[in-house]
């Protein structure tokens, strides 16, 4: 599915005797850096944990993978792991190429991380547990980079013409966006913001009617369960919370209640505790007085996974800064869309500005991910048999390198 | 010079409505993280200093900058700073774009990395000023990437067929390269390992006598020089520790004496203190007593930013295992060659595994340095005219970019 090479970032530069000092040949490529640790994720049992994006980033950059499973879903993990080694076995990869422990994260992962040989750590979690194994490997004497997706509650901003003409359609989406899953995706919506407005009250009134139709369902275990009514009810013993809606249905024991509640600008920007992540299907409506109050709003929240627009060509032309201020945001824009929804391709982003990621700079997921895991290696002054098949003047493996400054799959000439 | 579009990292998945759930449109490219903190080097007051490598990099990328000048060469620094603030003016660049700030590290330094607006810092110089920064950092509410060049002792092997056949110009070499700018790269060879043997015995021979040719001459400032003064003489009164040679020429005041010591393979795995960088002018030869034991001293080495071989192509065919072991080393692997001397172009790599560098997955030097200092951002379901140019159908920047999954400088196809 990946184009061939584009990982490995081929760059060869050859040698040039007319300059001075004359140019030695010089060729890099991407060499893993080696043993990963992975934490699963607890919201996604099996696309982002033992053999999810992380894992198989790791593994597609040539690293070796030390699995913890999940304590939320251990014999789920165990059996895939399971699966795993059968592969490994059927098809004559080295036994160890992929590990799994379990045990209690504080005391298994933290020695996980501390491990010599663990070259780097994939998590996707919560922001304390994200920010610990940080801790952990800063207290290594080789620190190695800690790749955590930690939080994100994706604001979406709903523009004034974009509610005027298409109000009900847009609740009608968002219902279903935040409580798909009962609400269990990083990228679920769990903050709406408008400028007050009657078109406002309506796209409300139906984005009410239609949670309440969502029935309560099992979320993916008792932790996110517990954690999720923790949050729910704190937010909606706030001051300044009003509750919208919930769903028609009373939730049983294990089940999420589908919920929308609602906020001025101003009290929203009073207390950062608004601002956190409640993880399941509720959304908080922060309604401000002006469009000068919405930036206020925009501008006080922490690095997001994504953030939304949903407008029409004319809030666009209207709103350039708003645009220009969601960019500096979040690591996915999305234009009349819904944020959950993760395609895994190229040019998905799944990262984000701290504290949704711990550096902004990589994506979880899409074939980038891998970028992670690997570091440059320049070969300087090689031989043609010593030089790694990718780096090869004949371009045995016919991959995309640049060579000289140009981007091309020809050999390099003598 | 740097093909245009290169760490821009343009990627388009164009939507896809066969897919289920259909794939919306997704258009990735790199944008600049925004101000960085750049500490200039005590060792290239010019090259990378106030307008030097990170600085170009940053601005590269689209970054502002506030390089904070070293104190070992203010007024050099503030020079430099006022030709950039004429450019500035005459170009009509921002203001702002630039700024020069100067004043003690702890306090200066600390302020500047930790203040809000600042989004990732660069640094080249001692492991303990790096790893001051990267804790200052870690103290924010919003940690930024830290890159920091540190150390390096850059090993080179030396191979008995090349030392049997070659080992006088070796030497020669050798002389030039440890006392090159009196020492004062990153990347000078401050130890050689070889197995013992008469060959060797010879090659030491002439290097010891190239290394009294090598008249002393003044260091770039007191600071450097004091160092060196202090750390040479703790190396030479290790009682494990031989003195070679020195220069037949005795140094005068803020001079540095060019130096070569050596101590056994066992004794220098005996002591840690040996594997830390002396700058300046001076090389340790260890002496093993068999490849096995060479294999040690390597294994115990930390990260490099250079590891160099020099062998014939007898030696590589009978050593591939210590060819591996020097590719996990460090980032950048020399034959036959000296590793002073770093060429700015694609294909470099001037970084490392830790200490040498903070983050083995970047370089300071070379174009891909700009890859610091951007994050990837996905543009999902945007029009035409809201996506920036890099992205648009049409390519009028014409630049490379990936379109599901081919390289390509063609238009998107509707």
């Known amino acids: 599915m990946i184009r061939e090479g584009s990982w490995v970032n081929a760059v060869i530069d050859t040698a040039d005797a007319t300059r001075t000092p004359a140019r030695p040949d010089l060729r890099k490529m991407a060499l893993p850096l080696g043993p990963v640790a992975v934490f699963s994720a607890s919201n996604f049992p099996f696309a982002f944990s033992t053999a999810g994006g992380d894992t198989a980033s790791a593994l597609a950059a040539g690293c070796t993978v030390v699995v913890k499973g999940h304590s939320a ?73 800690v790749f955590a997706e930690m939080s994100s509650i994706n604001p979406v901003v709903f523009f004034p013409d974009a509610l005027e003409k298409n109000g009900a359609q847009l609740a009608q989406t968002y219902a279903g966006s935040i409580t798909l899953g009962m609400g269990q995706f990083c990228t679920n919506p769990g903050l709406l913001l408008a400028v007050k407005s009657p078109a406002l009250d309506a796209f409300t009134g139906v984005l009410a009617e239609e949670i309440a139709k969502v029935a309560p369902a099992k979320m993916l275990h008792t932790g996110i369960c517990r954690s999720f009514n923790e949050k729910l009810e704190e937010v909606l013993e706030h001051k300044d919370v009003q509750l919208v809606k919930q769903s028609a249905q009373a939730p049983a024991e294990l089940e999420a209640y589908p919920t929308l509640a609602k906020v001025s600008g101003a009290a929203f920007l009073a207390d950062a505790a608004l601002k956190e992540e409640v993880f399941g299907p509720f959304s908080l409506l922060v309604e401000c007085e002006s469009k000068a109050e919405l930036i206020k709003v925009l501008k006080s929240l922490k690095g997001q ?103 091309t799959q020809a050999p390099v000439s003598a």
């Not at 251990?74 to 080694?85: D, F, G, N, P, R």
């Not at 491990?115 to 304390?128: D, L, M, Y």
């Not at 799944?350 to 504290?355: E, L, N, T, V, Y």
Request: glycine fraction near 8%; include cysteine; charged fraction near 15%.
């Open 73 to 145: 879903h251990q014999q789920t993990s165990q059996l895939v792991y399971e699966a795993i080694q059968k592969a490994i076995k059927s098809s004559g990869v080295p036994e160890f190429t992929m590990q799994h422990i379990t045990g209690p994260g504080n005391l298994v992962g933290k020695a996980l991380v501390q491990h010599p040989n663990i070259t780097a750590v994939g998590f996707t979690g919560s922001f304390s547990g994200g920010t610990a194994l940080v801790e952990y490997s800063s207290q290594r004497e080789v620190p190695v980079p």
């Open 305 to 407: 996974l994504t953030t939304t627009l949903m407008a029409t060509a004319e809030d666009i032309k209207a709103n350039q800064d708003l645009l220009d201020l969601q960019t500096t945001l979040a690591g996915r824009i999305i234009l009349n869309g819904a944020p959950t929804g993760v395609e895994v391709c190229a040019a998905m982003v799944h990262g984000g500005p701290f504290p949704s990621t711990t550096d902004p700079r990589f994506t979880s997921v899409g074939s980038s991910a891998i970028q992670r895991w690997v570091r440059p290696v320049c070969f300087q002054g090689f031989t043609e048999e010593m030089l790694p098949a990718e780096l090869k003047s004949a371009n045995p493996l016919n991959i995309w390198r640049t060579v000289n400054n140009q981007f």
